[in-house]
């Protein structure tokens, strides 16, 4: 926590009335206060720098919502409603639907004075006009996480979080002619533990995933089972790193995890349960507001149970890094690999490398505007043609007053190769309520 400072010039004391005080008296042999000679300069360092300011006593900006208070915790939830468009592009075919979204957010965070919890949570539906359901994308996503503060430098985080999205119909994974995808429902769960020793810095780390998916229904009406494809992950890692400096932090790490399907052969009759094995290294870098993050390296290795499926392994590259520029204008920017399950018979799987940027500028006090990029590479190991997703998009935000925002967005998405030759061009404007 936050102290505040006392500055080392000032002095304490009572100051007496009037009258001395004898020499005999009951406090004879004490140094006894003494009033300020206000006629003397006052001493203090010539710059006595900014005290820290406890993050809940931070003045909020004019357009910042006040949050609600529960007990010990802030809420800052929002609801946004939005009238969308969607143009799609598919093999020579164009479809359009115009839709009503809703989304919801919220922020619930602790103001304790020691550990701390935070629970996010976004969820968005999707009704389209006239009373077709096709194309309809719920998304739903919340996540949780406990830090601990222990003793000796230590720290504990226990997490925990679901989400819920549909696959694309242009995912490898995707039934061809669906009207509807099959839906992903995914439950995480971690803990890890921090500690310094010295320039040494460790993080030991486990962490348990849930996979599950409904059914997807065909565009005659038949469903098919997807449940052949529900699993349970188990994943552990260690990460050392060396303190070169408070801004430059190397570290090594190596993971392991292994896969287990719920059924021993899939559909197909292909057994899908596998052992994964990664190692990597990088650095981590923090140059105060300006610049941070971390950037590593690494090579990974899937093995599956089947001796008919082959292993699947690859040069992977991870990293995330957020930069200010200039005050009011903040840039996101992340690295990722993967190694993703296949449901083709015979192919085991492919390497997805994603890369994606945000900038976001404040024009105004009130109005902010955001550029988002992304692409997405699917390496197959299986000789079939990989495959490319690009999205771009832009959006401005316009605060009314520190309730109400007026919102308006525009997005691309472009996906081709392996078969799909897709384009999405989607627009929507909408009004933010926020507390």
């Not at 009258?19 to 006595?48: K, M, R, S």
């Not at 009704?127 to 739903?140: D, K, T």
Request: aromatic fraction near 6%; avoid cysteine; hydrophobic fraction near 30%.
């Amino acid at each position: 926590m936050d102290r505040n400072q006392t500055d080392p010039g000032a002095t304490t004391g009572t100051i007496p009335a009037t009258g001395a005080i004898p020499a005999n008296g009951p406090t004879a042999g004490v140094e006894q206060p003494y009033e300020e000679d206000l006629n003397q300069p006052y001493e203090q360092p010539l710059d006595p720098g900014a005290e820290p300011i406890d993050g809940q006593e931070q003045p909020r900006e004019p357009v910042d919502p006040t949050g609600i208070r529960l007990g010990t915790f802030l809420l800052r939830p929002s609801v946004n409603q939005g009238i969308d468009t969607e143009i799609t592009r598919s093999s020579g075919s164009r479809t359009r639907r115009d839709y009503l979204s809703t989304t919801f957010r919220g922020t619930l965070s602790s103001d304790w004075s020691r550990h701390s919890l935070t629970v996010t949570g976004e969820g968005r539906l999707e009704r389209n006009i006239g009373g077709n359901a096709e194309g309809e994308r719920p998304e739903a996503n919340i996540g949780a996480d406990l830090r601990l503060d222990l003793a000796d430098d230590t720290i504990a985080h226990i997490t925990g979080g679901y989400s819920f999205t549909r696959e694309n119909d242009y995912d490898p994974n995707a039934v061809g002619g669906a009207a509807t995808q099959s839906g992903v429902n995914e439950f995480t769960g971690g803990v890890s533990v921090e500690r310094d020793l010295g320039k040494v810095h460790g993080t030991v780390a486990l962490e348990l995933s849930r996979t599950t998916y409904t059914d997807a229904e065909l565009s005659d009406g038949t469903v098919l089972s997807m449940k052949d494809r529900n699993r349970t992950g188990i994943d552990g890692r260690l990460r050392l790193g060396y303190e070169l400096s408070p801004a430059l932090i190397p570290y090594v790490e190596v993971a392991t995890g292994h896969t287990f399907y719920d059924q021993k052969r899939d559909n197909s009759g292909y057994a899908r349960s596998s052992q994964s094995y990664a190692a990597r290294t990088g650095v981590e870098f923090d140059l105060g507001e300006k610049l941070r993050g971390e950037i590593g390296t690494g090579y990974e290795f899937v093995d599956y149970e089947d001796g008919r499926l082959k292993s699947v392994d690859a040069i992977t590259f991870n990293g995330n890094a957020t930069w200010s520029p200039r005050r009011g204008t903040d840039v996101d920017l992340g690295l990722r690999t993967t190694i993703q399950d296949s449901t083709t018979p015979g192919q085991s799987g492919w390497v997805e490398y994603q890369l994606t940027a945000a900038l976001a500028h404040e024009m105004r006090d009130n109005l902010v505007a955001r550029l988002t990029g992304g692409t997405t590479l699917r390496d197959f190991s299986s000789g079939q043609s990989n495959e490319t997703v690009w999205v771009a998009g832009a959006g401005i935000s316009w605060a009314i007053n520190r309730y109400l925002d007026l919102t308006g967005d525009v997005e691309y998405e472009r996906a081709s190769g392996g078969g799909a030759d897709d384009r999405i061009l989607r627009a929507g404007v909408g009004l933010t309520l926020k507390r």
